[in-house]
């Protein structure tokens, strides 16, 4: 035994394990038939390999046939729900914008009698001066500031707001005006308490509200709101020519609001801060139509036009840093159908739906003063009676202020 070889490996075989073992007496022809059958049996495994792994993708093949049947049933079944759900969407935003639509159109309304047929004259309230009394130019400035006596008025004033009257009446179409002199409070009126649709006119107190607020700090001109489909208007504005889903802060949308009667701004301004607070705000200065619907639009008369044109007014005196961005909308507000004579600036909020067709300024002459004309017009000459209004306004406020400035002559100032 070699002692180096401690598995054994190289050991020498035994006769006996010879003999035991029946490998070492195969013939040729024995060893050779056992090779053949090795074989054979070699072969017949494969095959049965082979055909296991067959069957096996067989199987696979109709799991993923299987599978991919149920793939598409499970499509079939909810392919339509998904269109449904998309025709439901598509609907819903139709139906918004529609209801939208519908509001406005729903709103409007054409006047068949008018409430009032007489001018009414107001003698205005006397205004505070701080000059000191017994003196020569306070005594001119108490003149200035007095009421108007109207059983003293001339003839000269007279006429106007007899013309004026007459005008009115003529015409159903003719439907509510106001003027007033903002620094006395001198006010002609002619139907000035009924209702009529306010078509845009209805921006401007919104948007004097909503600067305000921001005075206040109640709301933020930087905040962005989102101009969607749901907001996409036909009718006046800008931004039915922009792309949808693009963000706008709200002074953006103010300025559009005012400056170009955008109606898309106007809804999401009224549906961002709502119309409730703002019917509030305006009550208790006066108005008596103006957010009282249940609407984005809503009526107006030349009793609340006068009041939210006045507060405008004042708003700009007294606010320079939100008061005179605000008047600057105004200033560039279009269209405008009241003008001023004498290169006079005008602010100005018109509105047009309709048979209504509307405006409502602030003409910035020497003593300023506000001009209110509402009409069933439509667009049948609108120009001509505008243009009625611009002159019989311009002439009154003249003839006014010379009957002021004649009364208050005698007083002796040197």
């Given at each position: 035994?070699?002692?180096?070889?401690?598995?054994?490996?190289?050991?020498?075989?035994?006769?006996?394990?010879?003999?035991?073992?029946?490998?070492?007496?195969?013939?040729?022809?024995?060893?050779?038939?056992?090779?053949?059958?090795?074989?054979?049996?070699?072969?017949?495994?494969?095959?049965?390999?082979?055909?296991?792994?067959?069957?096996?993708?067989?199987?696979?093949?109709?799991?993923?046939?299987?599978?991919?049947?149920?793939?598409?049933?499970?499509?079939?079944?909810?392919?339509?729900?998904?269109?449904?759900?998309?025709?439901?969407?598509?609907s819903?935003?139709?139906?918004?914008?529609?209801?939208?639509?519908?509001?406005?159109?729903?709103?409007?309304?054409?006047?068949?009698?008018?409430?009032e047929?007489?001018?009414?004259?107001?003698?205005?309230?006397?205004?505070?001066?701080?000059?000191?009394?017994?003196?020569?130019?306070?005594?001119?400035?108490?003149?200035?500031?007095s009421?108007?006596?109207?059983?003293?008025?001339?003839?000269?004033?007279?006429n106007?707001?007899?013309?004026?009257?007459?005008?009115?009446?003529?015409?159903?179409?003719?439907?509510?005006?106001?003027?007033?002199d903002?620094?006395?409070?001198?006010?002609?009126?002619?139907?000035?308490?009924?209702?009529?649709?306010?078509?845009?006119?209805?921006?401007?107190?919104?948007?004097?509200?909503?600067?305000?607020?921001?005075?206040?700090?109640?709301?933020?001109?930087?905040?962005e709101?989102?101009?969607?489909?749901?907001?996409?208007?036909?009718?006046?504005?800008?931004?039915?020519?922009?792309?949808?889903?693009?963000?706008?802060?709200?002074?953006?949308?103010?300025?559009?609001?005012?400056?170009?009667?955008d109606?898309a701004?106007?809804?999401?301004?009224?549906?961002?801060?709502?119309?409730?607070?703002?019917?509030?705000?305006?009550?208790?200065?006066?108005?008596?139509?103006?957010f009282?619907?249940?609407?984005?639009?809503?009526?107006?008369?030349?009793?609340d036009?006068?009041?939210?044109?006045?507060?405008?007014?004042?708003?700009?005196?007294?606010?320079?840093?939100?008061?005179?961005?605000?008047?600057?909308?105004?200033?560039?507000?279009?269209?405008?159908?009241?003008?001023?004579?004498?290169?006079?600036?005008?602010?100005?909020?018109?509105?047009?739906?309709?048979?209504?067709?509307?405006?409502?300024?602030?003409?910035?002459?020497?003593?300023?003063?506000?001009?209110?004309?509402?009409?069933?017009?439509?667009?049948?000459?609108?120009?001509?009676?505008?243009?009625?209004i611009?002159?019989?306004?311009?002439?009154l406020?003249?003839?006014?202020?010379?009957?002021?400035?004649?009364?208050?002559?005698?007083?002796?100032?040197?």
């Open positions: 035994m070699n002692n180096n070889d401690p598995l054994n490996i190289f050991s020498p075989i035994k006769e006996k394990e010879i003999d035991e073992n029946p490998l070492f007496h195969m013939n040729e022809d024995t060893i050779k038939t056992n090779i053949e059958q090795i074989q054979t049996d070699n072969i017949n495994t494969y095959k049965e390999t082979q055909s296991i792994i067959s069957l096996d993708n067989e199987d696979n093949k109709k799991e993923k046939i299987g599978i991919n049947k149920k793939k598409k049933n499970i499509l079939k079944f909810i392919l339509p729900i998904l269109i449904f759900v998309a025709v439901c969407l598509l819903a935003k139709t139906f918004f914008y529609g209801k939208k639509i519908n509001e406005y159109e729903k709103s409007i309304f054409k006047i068949e009698k008018k409430n047929e007489s001018i009414l004259i107001q003698e205005g309230k006397e205004v505070d001066s701080n000059i000191l009394k017994n003196i020569a130019a306070s005594e001119l400035v108490k003149c200035l500031n009421k108007t006596d109207m059983n003293k008025l001339p003839d000269s004033v007279k106007v707001i007899n013309e004026i009257n007459n005008y009115y009446n003529s015409s159903i179409n003719y439907f509510a005006y106001t003027y007033k903002i620094y006395t409070g001198f006010t002609v009126s002619y139907n000035a308490n009924q209702n009529i649709f306010s078509a845009s006119s209805i921006k401007a107190p919104k948007d004097i509200y909503l600067y305000e607020m921001a005075s206040l700090g109640k709301i933020d001109l930087n905040e709101l989102t101009y969607t489909s749901a907001y996409y208007n036909t009718g006046s504005g800008i931004l039915k020519n922009k792309p949808l889903n693009v963000k706008y802060n709200v002074k953006t949308l103010l300025e559009y609001s005012t400056v170009h009667s109606n701004a106007h809804n999401m301004l009224m549906d961002r801060f709502g119309r409730v607070n703002m019917l509030k705000f305006w009550q208790e200065k006066g108005t008596i139509g103006i009282t619907q249940n609407t984005n639009w809503g009526v107006t008369n030349a009793h036009a006068t009041i939210y044109m006045e507060e405008l007014y004042r708003f700009y005196t007294e606010n320079e840093e939100y008061g005179t961005p605000l008047m600057n909308n105004f200033l560039k507000s279009h269209p405008k159908f009241i003008k001023g004579k004498n290169n006079y600036k005008v602010a100005s909020k018109s509105g047009w739906a309709g048979s209504a067709l509307h405006d409502m300024a602030i003409i910035f002459a020497d003593n300023p003063y506000i001009v209110i004309g509402l009409s069933n017009l439509g667009d049948k000459e609108y120009q001509s009676y505008f243009n009625k611009n002159e019989l306004s311009y002439n406020h003249e003839e006014y202020w010379k009957y002021k400035v004649e009364k208050c002559k005698d007083i002796k100032l040197y």
